[in-house]
């Protein structure tokens, strides 16, 4: 009988898996796992199932996020945060994200950050997903033992470190909590206050401020506009906006774009590659994140360059460590929560035997193909993630394995 692509002939087998990170990913991946037959543990920091969704008002002990003993905060959401997809594209397949009649929920179609957090509480209890997860479990350090063909995890909860084996792991840490500065030529003397947008919260803290913001993000866009209500001035520097819509904006008493910054001075201006200037009391960044895994050790099998993480065969299996090692949510600019349903049914699949992967050789030539077309149409290496126009052909590649 033909076999669907990539089907797997070996028995199937279940797996001891080890996730890290409970928030959108990481749930329905443990579901996904489970469904398939794996034994799962999901190992979560927080003190609840979510990731950025669960908001927090803490901010971090450096607001620019550049102090590597700073104390951390892992949620980026502010507290006007309402989602920029309608909840619709927004649910997984079999537990879509409807709206409750209960006078405690939000009815909207972009409801607001809480909202999303209890539709995911909601999946996680309705799956038993919950009885998986080992709050305040940090993941300290994910190392290969070869002697053993088997993964160590070393992790902390409160005072007390544990030690154990896993088959494989799936990484869902997350890739919005490790802030991404740009340089400012003359910001280390410049007497105003710098910080990045993960550290926002909400407008209070600016009353009567002049502040730049750096970035023309949907976070951007979003802090500005909650900043236009209480600050003085609000400023935006972008780099990829056309030039006719630079200047004051319209509906707008006091908000202006502006082409992006050429340089700042002592006496607290920012001046502006098209000549113009403000005296500015703080720099807001928007510059987007890092991605980031303090605790995997790989010999080097994945590294981060310039925000490519990889090898990455298809964004998720690093070819010399597939399938015992993979990552769920590294793309961006994506539905997020229907791809990673998908990716984590292809995972399940292939650790259980059910769907093969090609070879370690052909993966790699699959990676190098993708690098090869991006270096050519001048895509960034920081945007080898971004799926943007190209996501239904992602979404197409990963859908064809649920069916295998
Ligand atoms: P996270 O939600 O970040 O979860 C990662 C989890 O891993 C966290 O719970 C964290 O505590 C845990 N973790 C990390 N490291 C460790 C460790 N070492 N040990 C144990 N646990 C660990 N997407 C949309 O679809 N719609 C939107 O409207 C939308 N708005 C957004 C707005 C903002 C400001 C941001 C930053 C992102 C937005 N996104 C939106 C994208 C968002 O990233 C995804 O929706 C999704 O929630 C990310 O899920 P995740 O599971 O990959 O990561």
Same mark, same amino acid.
């Given at each position: ?5 990539? *089907? ?17 990913? +990481?749930?329905?991946?443990? #579901? ?64 879509? !994200? ?6 405690? #929920? ?16 909601? !999946? ?9 997860? #080992? ?22 909860? #409160?005072?007390? &470190? ?29 007497? +105003? ?74 006496? +607290?201006?920012? *001046? ?22 303090? !605790? ?13 993480? +990889? ?49 370690? &050789? ?36 990963? !859908? ?5």
């Amino acid at each position: 009988m033909p076999q669907s692509p990539g *089907h797997a002939t070996q028995p199937i087998v279940s797996r001891h898996v080890a996730v890290i990170g409970a928030g959108a990913a +990481g749930l329905v991946t443990a #579901r996904e796992l489970r469904r398939e037959g794996h034994s799962v543990v999901v190992f979560e920091r927080g003190d609840q199932v979510g990731g950025l969704w669960v908001y927090t008002p803490n901010v971090e002990s450096d607001q620019i996020g550049l102090d590597p003993t700073r104390t951390t905060v892992h949620s980026s959401v502010y507290h006007s945060l309402r989602t920029n997809l309608p909840r619709d594209s927004m649910g997984f397949s079999d537990y879509p !994200f409807v709206a409750k009649d209960d006078p405690d #929920r939000d009815p909207r179609l972009f409801p607001g950050h809480r909202e999303v957090m209890m539709y995911l509480q909601d !999946f996680a209890r309705e799956f038993g997903i919950d009885e998986l997860v #080992r709050l305040e479990t940090e993941v300290v350090r994910v190392r290969f033992v070869e002697e053993e063909e088997k993964w160590k995890i070393k992790s902390k909860q #409160r005072h007390k &470190e544990m030690d154990e084996i896993f088959d494989a792991v799936v990484v869902c840490n997350g890739h919005y909590t490790q802030p991404l500065v740009s340089h400012v030529p003359g910001i280390n003397k410049w007497s +105003g206050k710098q910080m990045h947008s993960h550290n926002y919260r909400d407008p209070k803290p600016f009353q009567d401020q002049v502040v730049v913001l750096i970035g023309n993000s949907a976070s951007a866009f979003d802090i500005s506009r909650d900043l236009v209500g209480v600050a003085k001035e609000v400023h935006i520097a972008a780099r990829t906006v056309k030039c006719e819509t630079f200047g004051k904006q319209p509906a707008y008493d006091n908000l202006w774009l502006h082409p992006m910054i050429k340089n700042v001075c002592e006496d +607290g201006s920012v *001046h502006f590659q098209d000549g113009s200037f403000v005296i500015a009391n703080i720099i807001i960044h928007c510059t987007g994140y890092k991605y980031h895994f303090p !605790f995997l050790e790989t010999n080097g099998f994945v590294i981060v360059d310039d925000n490519r993480v +990889g090898p990455l065969y298809k964004h998720i299996f690093p070819p010399a460590l597939a399938p015992w090692l993979s990552f769920v949510g590294i793309p961006f600019q994506v539905i997020t929560f229907p791809m990673f349903e998908l990716q984590s049914k292809w995972i399940a699949g292939v650790l259980s035997n059910r769907i093969t992967l090609p070879s370690q &050789e052909e993966m790699m030539e699959d990676v190098k193909a993708l690098y090869s077309s991006l270096e050519a149409s001048g895509t960034p290496k920081r945007e080898t993630h971004a799926l943007d126009d190209k996501q239904v052909w992602w979404l197409m590649t990963y !859908f064809q394995y649920k069916f295998c």
